[in-house]
């Protein structure tokens, strides 16, 4: 199946790619990213060094993923996402004569996406926190702290207002009775337990 990589694509040294990924135009790949296979890296995008991405992720276009970031298989991240990793960065030094080092120092607080998670577009994902299975982050939202796995965060800074199912639709809005739920479009079943935690009772094929 072989490795797509666009012409104007810019790879460093060192970068891992699986079978079937394909690389769009004028993407940039820092030196030590590790990215699986059948992946899809959208145009302008940049990923930085020793970033690791699962299998199956789709990255679509002008997306920043910095350093110490770690996404598992099967994440959706929509066009103009941007990752963080510094909460209190600055570009020099005190006496501002010497600018600061861009390699990661105890400044750097990573981020990791867990499987099959969905980010919209034109998100800001903070650092030091993640987002957790399938749960699915909305258009134009500013992730500030650690996302439940299933669970729908929207605004700034986003907040769970509901969770989803595997396949995409909302379960249900919260708040919501602790209980089990049932996916309207596949019947998938899903436990709700005190603080909102949500369990699947039926795996889907």
């Known amino acids: 199946m072989g490795v797509r990589i666009h012409e104007t694509a810019l790879i460093e040294q060192d970068v891992v790619f699986g079978e079937g990924t394909s690389v769009w ?6 030196h030590g990213a590790r990215i699986g296979e059948q992946c899809i890296i959208g145009e302008k995008s940049y990923i930085a060094y020793d970033v690791v991405i699962g299998n199956r992720v789709k990255i679509n276009a002008m997306v920043y993923i910095c350093a110490a970031v770690t996404i598992e298989d099967g994440v959706m991240i929509s066009a103009a ?88 639709p909302l379960v249900t809005k919260f708040p919501a009775a602790p209980g089990v739920y049932t996916c309207a479009a596949c019947d998938a079943r899903y436990r709700l337990d005190a603080g909102d935690l949500v369990t699947e009772i039926t795996p889907r094929e």
Do not use: Q, Y
């Open 25 to 30: 135009d004028n993407v940039h790949v820092r």
């Open 81 to 168: 996402t941007t990752f963080t990793n510094d909460r209190f960065p600055r570009a020099t030094m005190p006496d501002l004569k010497t600018l600061r080092s861009s390699a990661p120092d105890e400044h750097t607080l990573p981020t990791l996406v867990r499987e099959g998670a969905t980010i919209g577009a034109g998100c800001t994902i903070g650092n030091d926190l993640t987002i957790g299975r399938w749960a699915m982050v909305g258009m134009g939202s500013v992730v500030t702290r650690t996302v439940p796995d299933f669970h729908l965060v929207l605004g700034s800074p986003a907040r769970s207002v509901g969770f989803v199912c595997k396949c995409g």
